[in-house]
């Protein structure tokens, strides 16, 4: 088996981020992206689900960056406008 090396293009904050995860993990960066091509082949496709957002998904999104959302004191009062 042959290696190659590629060039990628990604942000710095979270490339500095995600090698300080891995070296935890006992991980180098290469050897992750290793790990994530061969299960791209394992799955015929990426090892997760991408699905753009749905229109209510995505307000519930801009809610929870904007903490504008709604807010409850305890799970029955949740429960309670739900079944409103």
Known sequence: MHKIQTTIR????????????LNKMGLTYSQAI???NNMIVLNN???FEVKI???DT???????SSKKGEKFKNT????EDLDN
């Open 34 to 36: 290793s790990l994530f």
């Open 76 to 79: 029955d009062d949740l429960f």
């Open 10 to 21: 990604i942000e710095d904050r979270n490339y500095f981020q995600a090698k300080e995860i």
């Open 45 to 47: 496709g990426l090892p």
């Open 53 to 55: 957002p749905t229109e």
């Open 58 to 64: 995505q307000k519930a999104l801009d809610e929870l």
